[in-house]
C-alpha cells in the first residue's frame, strides 16, 4: 500500500519564487515524516523530519514543511528558489521500522 | 570524519552473474541499511544490517543477500542478476537501528546496469 504520495514529479520555478512540493500520506501511517533531497549523482541528504513535536518543522537550507492532519500532508516549501536547489526532492515515512520514499519531484530553478 | 563511501560507482553486469557491491560506514555507525533506486523511482529498502546481523528486510528476494563485517562495513550481493536490477544501490549507515531517532547518512550509491 502506497505510504506517501508526491503529486507532481517535475516541478520549475523562477529564481526567487516560491518552492512548494507536494506530499501526502497514508493516515494509517504513523507520524515520522521526512524531506530528502538528492543531488545529480550524490545520496540523499536529510532535509528535516516531522515527530509530532511541532506541526512546522524548519529543515535546511531555509525549507520548511508543515504536518495538516486534516489534510493528511507534508508539503515542502522555500520562500525563494535558488538556483543551487535544483535536485530531486523526495518524502517519505517510517512504518514498520523501515523508509518508504515517494517517486520523487525533480525542481527545476529557472534563471 | 569520513562520510559513507561506496564502490564501485559503476558497474556493468550481464543476466545470470552475480555482483557484490561495498559500503564503508560513516566512522562510530553500527547500522547500514542498503536501498534500491530505479530510475525515476524513490529508493526501496532492501535491508538493514546492525551490529553484524540482519535486523530487517524489505519485500527483495532471497537472491538479494548482504554481510556486515567486524567495522560496520557492509556488502550487498545478489544472485542470478536480471534486467530489472539495473538500478542505483544506495548504502546508509546510521548510529543505530531505530529508523525514528537515527539519522541515516547516505553514500553517492552503486550504479549497476544489467544487459
Known amino acids: 500500500a502506497q505510504s506517501v504520495t508526491q503529486l507532481g514529479s517535475h516541478v520549475s520555478v523562477s529564481e526567487g519564487a516560491l518552492v512548494l512540493l507536494r506530499c501526502n500520506y497514508s493516515?494509517?501511517?504513523?507520524?515520522?515524516l521526512f524531506w530528502y533531497v538528492q543531488y545529480p549523482n550524490q545520496g540523499l541528504q536529510l532535509l528535516l523530519k516531522?515527530?509530532?513535536?511541532?506541526?512546522l518543522v524548519k529543515g535546511i537550507n531555509g525549507f520548511e514543511a508543515e504536518f495538516k492532519k486534516s489534510e493528511t500532508s507534508f508539503h515542502l516549501t522555500k520562500p525563494s528558489a535558488h538556483m543551487s536547489d535544483a535536485a530531486e526532492y523526495f518524502c517519505?515515512?517510517?512504518?514498520?521500522?523501515?523508509?518508504?520514499f515517494g517517486t520523487g519531484t525533480s525542481l527545476t530553478v529557472i534563471p | 570524519e569520513t562520510g559513507v563511501t561506496q564502490s564501485p560507482t559503476h558497474l556493468i553486469k550481464t543476466r545470470g552473474q552475480q555482483v557484490t557491491l561495498r559500503c564503508s560506514s560513516q566512522s562510530g555507525h553500527n547500522t547500514v541499511s542498503w536501498y534500491q533506486q530505479a530510475l525515476g523511482q524513490g529508493p526501496q529498502f532492501i535491508f538493514q544490517y546492525y551490529r553484524e546481523e540482519e535486523n530487517g528486510r524489505g519485500n527483495f528476494p532471497p537472491r538479494f543477500s548482504g554481510l556486515q563485517f567486524p567495522n560496520y562495513s557492509s556488502e550487498l550481493n545478489v544472485n542470478a542478476l536480471e534486467l530489472d536490477d539495473s538500478a542505483l544501490y544506495l548504502c546508509a549507515s546510521s548510529l543505530g537501528a531505530e529508523p525514528h531517532y537515527n539519522e541515516q547518512f547516505f553514500g553517492p550509491g552503486t550504479r549497476l546496469t544489467v544487459l
Open positions: 493516515s494509517s501511517v504513523p507520524p515520522y
Open positions: 517519505a515515512v517510517i512504518r514498520r521500522n523501515q523508509f518508504y
Open positions: 516531522y515527530t509530532s513535536a511541532a506541526t
